[in-house]
């Protein structure tokens, strides 16, 4: 499976950006998907994590409230809707494909993540 993640952009802050992770080669319903962010100089970071089915989502304390992932098995894409942004958001975003060992209802550990993305850049920038 592949994962192209887009939809990153420049935005003042309070604004919004949709990114969007879509795969190739194979379909996205059998696989959590999570969200991830890399600013310069710091640890990658959990963003948001959405089970297979949709049912189960988590996010990151930073984000709660401001962001929100979803997805589309029919479209093999998952979106996250990021809304009042900070300029504390600006990272590199990626999203990522896998499946928990404690089951689908689960999201996945960083470890049990088996497919990356190419980032995107996200800037929140007055």
């Known amino acids: 499976v592949q994962l192209q993640a887009s939809g990153g952009g420049v935005v003042q802050p309070g604004g919004s950006l949709r990114l969007s992770c879509a795969a190739s080669?194979?379909?996205?319903?059998?696989?959590?998907i999570g969200w991830f962010r890399q600013a310069p100089g710091k640890e990658r970071e959990g963003v948001s994590c959405i089970t297979n089915n949709g049912r189960t989502t988590a996010y990151g304390d930073s984000v709660r409230g401001r962001f929100t992932i979803s997805r589309d098995n029919a479209k093999n894409t998952v979106y996250l809707q990021m809304n009042s942004l900070k300029p504390e958001d600006t990272a590199v975003y990626y999203c990522?494909?896998?499946?928990?060992?404690?089951?689908?209802?689960?999201?996945?550990?960083?470890?049990?993540?088996?497919?990356w993305g190419q980032g995107t850049q996200v800037t929140v920038s007055s």
């Open positions: 990522a494909a896998g499946v928990s060992g404690y089951g689908s209802s689960w999201c996945p550990a960083l470890h049990e993540y088996d497919y």
């Open positions: 080669g194979g379909t996205l319903d059998t696989y959590a």
